[in-house]
């Protein structure tokens, strides 16, 4: 195979890719902004306050958590990006919402994926629910405020 063949099926794996992320992230984006908008994400957010609670983060905070933990990172991304940028996440709440989601992202579809390959289904969902709810919870309770801007400051 010549390098322009290589290249060529590399751009349109890569652009069809992009563009199944797309089918997903922007009606995602779009059903978040009317949930925001006719204030049902308030509501939701409200239910879970539990969970806010528990991280000690904002109730704002639960619902891209919820998000990544069900779709992925990659397609939460849009929404963590979009309540970051929308000011909805103090910088506490992304730092524990991105520990949860380092050990707990997409778990429903991962961990179907390592169970086709042969993993124990249950001990691994068990295992990263647990890892990530134990790390985020203590992170929730070391970082304060501070700490949490001190580490996304920009280096000058």
């Given at each position: 195979?010549?390098i322009?063949?290589?290249l060529?099926?590399?751009?349109?794996?890569?652009?069809?890719?992009?563009?199944?992320?797309?089918?997903i992230i922007?009606?995602?984006?779009?059903?978040?902004?009317?949930?925001?908008?006719s204030?049902?994400?308030?509501?939701i957010?409200k239910?879970?306050?539990p969970?806010?609670?528990?991280?000690?983060?904002?109730?704002?905070?639960?619902f891209?958590?919820m998000?990544?933990?069900?779709?992925?990172l990659?397609?939460?991304?849009g929404?963590?990006?979009?309540?970051?940028?929308?000011?909805?996440l103090?910088?506490?709440?992304?730092?524990?919402?991105?520990?949860?989601?380092?050990?707990c992202?997409?778990?429903?579809?991962?961990?179907?994926?390592f169970?086709?390959?042969?993993?124990?289904?249950?001990?691994?969902?068990?295992?990263?629910?647990?890892?990530?709810?134990?790390?985020?919870?203590?992170?929730?309770?070391?970082?304060?405020?501070s700490?949490?801007?001190?580490?996304?400051?920009?280096?000058?």
């Amino acid at each position: 195979m010549d390098i322009m063949a290589y290249l060529k099926d590399s751009f349109l794996g890569s652009l069809n890719s992009i563009l199944s992320m797309a089918k997903i992230i922007i009606p995602l984006m779009i059903i978040m902004e009317i949930l925001k908008d006719s204030n049902i994400l308030e509501r939701i957010s409200k239910r879970l306050n539990p969970i806010s609670k528990f991280f000690n983060i904002s109730n704002e905070a639960v619902f891209p958590l919820m998000i990544g933990l069900i779709f992925g990172l990659v397609y939460g991304a849009g929404v963590i990006i979009e309540s970051t940028e929308g000011k909805d996440l103090s910088k506490k709440d992304l730092y524990v919402l991105i520990i949860f989601l380092v050990a707990c992202h997409a778990i429903f579809e991962d961990t179907l994926v390592f169970a086709a390959v042969g993993a124990n289904l249950w001990l691994l969902f068990i295992t990263r629910l647990t890892v990530a709810t134990v790390t985020a919870y203590f992170a929730s309770k070391v970082i304060d405020k501070s700490l949490a801007n001190s580490l996304f400051e920009k280096d000058k």
